[in-house]
T-cell receptor, first 113, second 112 residues
Framework: KQEVTQIPAALSVPEGENLVLNCSFT??????LQWFRQDPGKGLTSLLL?????REQTSGRLNASLDKSSGRSTLYIAASQPGDSATYLC????????????FGTGTRLKVLA | DGGITQSPKYLFRKEGQNVTLSCEQN?????MYWYRQDPGQGLRLIYY???????QKGDIAEGYSVSREKKESFPLTVTSAQKNPTAFYLC???????????FGSGTRLTVV
């Protein structure tokens, strides 16, 4: 059974720092991996989607990498800002079964001004 | 703009009452999903539908019901059989072309 783990559960950093959020999954048979951002009381906003054949995707200050063989993905945030404070979730879409994403429990990020 | 609309944003339910949460999408996505989010527990799948007039139970379907009469709409009914309905409910749709999820802004349900 596919399981997705995100470490750390919470993280506080000073403004301007570069940081890395980690996501690991137990089964490498995935179509893709998606990173989301969730602000308190809001829905999930898609940040980056990496197909299984890709190694990384970039959007602005965000870069996500995927190492399918080792079951790992990282989300790199450059020059963090207080506006980046949110919960970040990763999710994988397994190739087996129906098309349902498996979610991690998220990393709660706080960027201090 | 294409997207998913969930309504209402806040909903209050009395004991023994059924309530229905609305989810509408104009993305032309085939698949739609309902998730429940509780503090510290992450997202749990309630029901999903991959095509009109068809839906399947997720991991926590007891006390909930859905319908999929139109491609654009996937309403969720929280019945009186759901003993602990207070939670944040999220609707999502899935795009077969790029395989990504799109989420609505959520409905917060509170039992009063």
């Amino acid at each position: 059974k596919q399981e997705v783990t995100q470490i750390p559960a919470a993280l506080s950093v000073p403004e301007g720092e570069n940081l890395v959020l980690n996501c690991s999954f137990t089964d490498s048979a995935i179509y893709n991996l998606q990173w989301f951002r969730q602000d308190p009381g809001k829905g999930l906003t898609s940040l980056l989607l990496i197909q299984s054949s890709q190694r990384e995707q970039t959007s602005g200050r965000l870069n996500a990498s995927l190492d399918k063989s080792s079951g790992r993905s990282t989300l790199y945030i450059a020059a963090s800002q207080p506006g980046d404070s949110a919960t970040y979730l990763c999710a994988v879409l397994p190739t087996s079964g129906t098309y349902k994403y498996i979610f991690g429990t998220g990393t709660r990020l706080k960027v201090l001004a | 703009d294409g997207g998913i609309t969930q309504s209402p944003k806040y909903l209050f339910r009395k004991e023994g009452q059924n309530v229905t949460l609305s989810c509408e999408q104009n993305l032309n996505h085939d698949a739609m999903y309902w998730y429940r989010q509780d503090p510290g527990q992450g997202l749990r799948l309630i029901y999903y539908s991959q095509i009109v007039n068809d839906f399947q139970k997720g991991d926590i379907a007891e006390g909930y019901s859905v319908s999929r009469e139109k491609k654009e709409s996937f309403p969720l009914t929280v019945t009186s059989a759901q003993k602990n309905p207070t939670a944040f409910y999220l609707c999502a749709s899935w795009d077969r072309d790029d395989y990504g999820y799109t989420f609505g802004s959520g409905t917060r349900l509170t039992v009063v």
